[in-house]
């Protein structure tokens, strides 16, 4: 690939995508409500809202690709089914119009066949939830004319990874050595994805016509029970290993009754109480790359995550939205 790419969010996949291809000599425009994003001479930031068709005409012209990275503005099913689809219709059709590929991060929500391990040829028909807005999404985007690929991660972590069960759940407490109290159970294994590997493999995705309009694994180590991940960020940092509890799944659903929060983690419940494992090995082999090592990963992590605890008062924060 070459010419300009276009990035639509900057939280943590958006910024990783956009560093990477900056740091590859890429000219990037980053596009977010707020105008934020990476501090780079070849990353141009700009404030669009990308739910707005009128606003991406412009911002996608000459474009090669454009990574739609954004996520809804609360982690809930209404909020998703009312505003994801609005936006990655506008998204699609502009790219259509520039001829552009749109490259985009996806979850493993939509598989309706979990307690399998979860492969590219597996279904992908959940229904209802987040779950069914996820499987949505991927049916229009089989269905436009415009190129796609989406990219399937596990459980996200490493730089700028916030909201996440591998991080600021975890990590802040591990290097606190505190208690770490993890949701459903500690003992089952559970896919994760290293935040940079998803991003690469974006980009790789994005530069092989050949393997477009399809869905793609990214490259993820074998799975991982959260205590066995946990005690990776404790190995990486150089402190004893973690207490870690689990809350059961009956807490979740009782605090359900009470809190909208607990309410909607509890309905992802599913993925900690019992094995929840994808495979990557065909995508590996098609996109020629591989895991970064758990060491590897775990170590930077656990740098960004010190970095960020001790930043002093004036340091801006790392960006945790589109």
């Not at 010419?3 to 900056?22: H, I, K, M, S």
């Not at 259509?96 to 992908?124: C, H, I, K, N």
């Not at 993890?182 to 016509?209: E, K, W």
């Amino acid at each position: 690939m070459s010419g300009l790419y276009v990035v639509t969010g900057a939280g943590p996949v958006g910024w990783t995508v956009a560093e990477q291809l900056a740091e590859r000599g890429e000219r990037v425009r980053v596009l977010t409500r707020s105008g934020s994003g990476p501090d780079h001479p070849l990353v141009e930031k700009r404030q669009a809202d990308v739910s707005n068709p009128g606003l991406l005409g412009d911002a996608f012209e000459g474009a090669a690709a454009v990574f739609h990275c954004i996520h809804g503005s609360s982690y809930t099913a209404a909020a998703w089914a009312q505003e994801l689809p609005a936006a990655e219709q506008a998204v699609l059709a502009a790219a259509g119009e520039a001829g552009a590929v749109v490259a985009f991060p996806e979850s493993l929500y939509s598989y309706s066949d979990p307690e399998r391990v979860m492969t590219e040829d597996s279904p992908r028909e959940a229904a209802g939830g987040k779950r069914g807005v996820r499987a949505a999404l991927l049916r229009v985007r089989e269905a436009s004319a415009t190129d796609t690929v989406s990219v399937v991660a596990g459980d996200f972590f490493g730089p700028r990874v916030r909201m996440a069960h591998a991080g600021e759940r975890m990590v802040p407490a591990v290097l606190a050595r505190r208690q770490l109290q993890v949701v459903g159970r500690a003992d089952q294994p559970h896919s994760f994805t290293y935040i940079a590997d998803l991003a690469a493999t974006m980009i790789r995705a994005a530069g092989r016509p050949e393997l477009w309009n399809r869905v793609l694994h990214a490259p993820t180590n074998r799975p991982l029970t959260q205590r066995q991940i946990a005690q990776a960020f404790a190995a990486a940092a150089g402190v004893p290993p973690a207490k870690v509890h689990a809350v059961p799944g009956w807490v979740l659903r009782t605090l359900g009754m009470f809190s909208a929060d607990m309410k909607e983690l509890g309905e992802m419940l599913y993925q900690f109480q019992r094995p929840f494992v994808m495979d990557s090995t065909v995508s590996e082999e098609q996109l020629g790359l591989r895991p970064t090592p758990l060491q590897e990963a775990a170590k930077e992590t656990v740098e960004w995550w010190r970095s960020e605890l001790t930043a002093g008062p004036g340091r801006p924060p790392a960006a945790t939205a589109a």
